[in-house]
T-cell receptor, first 114, second 116 residues
Framework: GAGVSQTPSNKVTEKGKYVELRCDPI?????LYWYRQSLGQGPEFLIY????????DSGLPNDRFFAVRPEGSVSTLKIQRTERGDSAVYLC????????????FGQGTRLTVV | AQSVTQLDSQVPVFEEAPVELRCNYS??????LFWYVQYPNQGLQLLLK??????LVKGINGFEAEFNKSQTSFHLRKPSVHISDTAEYFC??????????????FGKGTLLTVNP
């Protein structure tokens, strides 16, 4: 597609459940980022992939959060044993490895843990 | 570690008035600077960026920003706003690390409301 696609757009889950959030980056973009945006806050960095590998996962809040990008394209953010504090909009961004340094963002997945 | 401060959480203005949204950053190394806009129920869209060179950068929709290294600021300006500029604006920085990781640190955002 033309832009970064994230699915689902909305997800409501019960506390303690497992969720997966999907990001389909712009074709050819090797860099992929996940961010989390809580209500009234700016996005916060979670993890960065260059190709298939997680090059920087320093923003993941704890070991309940995990992300993969097995073929260097689509990425999945996985959250185990969800807590109400995980409720936020999860944003994905992709960019070309190069000089523009511009990240293109998807519309996000709004996760609500009840 | 880098940080970004957006000094105003909300800025109400009248249509056709000028506006300035303030942004200050803190970093121990060279940075790249960005302004993103988020319209209701939409993703983040890049307005403009400063990478190097001229400190005055122009972006889309008539916005411009000036990088001031001594004051560590990157304020966003528009000489005449429209109703359609109503949105949340985020300032962000990325540290120059020499690698390929350009992760962004965002401010908390400024809600610009343009009234008729």
């Amino acid at each position: 597609g033309a832009g970064v696609s994230q699915t689902p757009s909305n997800k409501v889950t019960e506390k303690g459940k497992y969720v997966e959030l999907r990001c389909d980056p712009i074709s050819g973009h090797t860099a992929l980022y996940w961010y989390r945006q809580s209500l009234g806050q700016g996005p916060e960095f979670l993890i960065y992939f260059q190709g298939t590998g997680a090059a920087d996962d320093s923003g993941l809040p704890n070991d309940r959060f995990f992300a993969v990008r097995p073929e260097g394209s689509v990425s999945t953010l996985k959250i185990q044993r969800t807590e109400r504090g995980d409720s936020a909009v999860y944003l994905c961004a992709s960019s070309l490895f190069g000089s523009t340094k511009e990240a293109f963002f998807g519309q996000g997945t709004r996760l609500t843990v009840v | 570690a880098q940080s970004v401060t957006q000094l105003d959480s909300q800025v109400p203005v009248f249509e056709e008035a000028p506006v300035e949204l303030r942004c200050n950053y803190s970093s121990s190394v060279s940075v790249y600077l960005f302004w993103y806009v988020q319209y209701p129920n939409q993703g983040l869209q890049l307005l403009l960026k400063y990478l190097s060179g001229s400190t005055l950068v122009k972006g889309i929709n008539g916005f411009e920003a000036e990088f001031n290294k001594s004051q560590t600021s990157f304020h966003l300006r528009k000489p005449s706003v429209h109703i359609s500029d109503t949105a949340e604006y985020f300032c962000a920085v990325s540290e120059y690390s020499g690698g390929s990781n350009y992760k962004l640190t965002f401010g908390k955002g400024t809600l610009l409301t343009v009234n008729p």
